[in-house]
């Protein structure tokens, strides 16, 4: 995380790399470049269905690949992204890319799974947000039940009427809604009853001593269980070990992302091990 002194002034983050900008102006500058000359990069992580063994999803998150500083991870460049506005192109790019990758991999015929998008509060709160995502998913010909977008409780909770309206929007074009981090947001649920969700994915806090810590597995066999009811897909998030998979499958969770699977990986990597697998994860066959 970013530690600020005084007005909008980035000091230090936990990255050696982020340091060794000398400061927040040339980072903004060089992410503006980064952008521009396809400096990001997309890096994939899958979705696992317990109940089949099957992929079927490959959520996109964004790394900045630095010519001098190498990759660097989202959480030392986001921030400073939705500081300076910078996000909602970065945005962009994520969605059109995530969009050509899989239109890449539709006509190679492969790993045919939903991917999802990771979408900025700031971005949702832009009032061409909607309309610009749909323009993009639109030109690059992806059908739009493809994809899905990850947002937040923050996000959903910041203005409600943008909120039903870009919601329902998304919705009839077909796109899926998960909700990302889930139960570390300040936000009541009442939001649940009002919007089309489509998946719940339960924050890797939550998940991360669920197999030693009595209040970690209670409240992630609530989320399991409330999803269960409102009928949603329930994800949980940062699954590192067999432990913690055997307590979930016994909470009946239905599907996972984690080590344990696979982190992030490139496009590539992505084929490389899943595919040549017959699109199971090695750990399952
Ligand atoms: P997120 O969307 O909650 O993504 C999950 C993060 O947890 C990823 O970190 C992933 O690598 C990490 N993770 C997955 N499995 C495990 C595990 O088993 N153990 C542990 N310790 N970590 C695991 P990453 O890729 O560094 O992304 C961090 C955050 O940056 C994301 O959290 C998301 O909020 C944000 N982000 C990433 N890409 C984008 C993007 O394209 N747009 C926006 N707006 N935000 C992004
Ligand atoms: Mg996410
Ligand atoms: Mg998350
Ligand atoms: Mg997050």
């Known amino acids: 995380a970013a530690k600020r002194t005084g007005k909008n002034k980035l000091v230090t983050y936990n990255s050696s790399h982020v340091q060794r900008f000398t400061n927040q102006i040339q980072m903004e500058t060089e992410l503006r470049k980064a952008i521009l000359e396809n400096q990001l990069i997309l890096y994939y992580q899958p979705r696992l269905e317990l109940s089949t063994g099957n992929i079927i999803c490959l959520e996109a998150l964004v790394r900045w690949n630095h010519p001098q500083l190498g990759l660097i991870a989202p959480n030392e460049f986001i921030p400073l992204a939705e500081e300076s506005g910078l996000i909602l192109s970065l945005g962009e790019w994520v969605l059109r890319e995530a969009c050509l990758q899989k239109a890449r991999w539709l006509e190679a015929g492969i790993l045919n799974y939903q991917i999802a998008v990771n979408i900025s509060p700031c971005q949702f709160q832009d009032e061409s947000f909607s309309d610009k995502a749909i323009q993009i998913i639109e030109q690059t010909g992806i059908d739009p039940a493809f994809l899905e977008f990850e947002i937040t409780e923050s996000s959903i909770m910041q ?105 992030p990986v490139s496009a590539i990597e992505i084929e490389q091990t899943f595919h040549r697998n017959n699109n199971k994860p090695v750990m399952i066959s």
């Not at 597995?217 to 067999?242: D, M, P, R």
Request: proline residues 2%; negative net charge; contains cysteine.
């Open 159 to 263: 203005n409600m009427d943008t909120t039903v309206a870009v919601l329902d929007k998304l919705c009839n074009k077909g796109i899926s809604i998960s909700i990302d981090d889930f139960g570390i947001g300040y936000s009541s649920l009442n939001y649940l009853k009002q919007f089309p969700i489509h998946c719940l994915k339960i924050d890797r806090s939550f998940v991360k001593n669920i197999h030693s810590n009595k209040d970690d597995w209670a409240i992630t066999n609530a989320i399991i269980h409330l999803g269960h009811a409102l009928e949603v897909q329930v994800v949980a998030e940062g699954v590192e070990e067999w432990s913690q998979l055997e307590i979930l499958k016994e909470t009946t969770c239905t599907t996972i992302q984690g080590y344990l699977l696979s982190p």
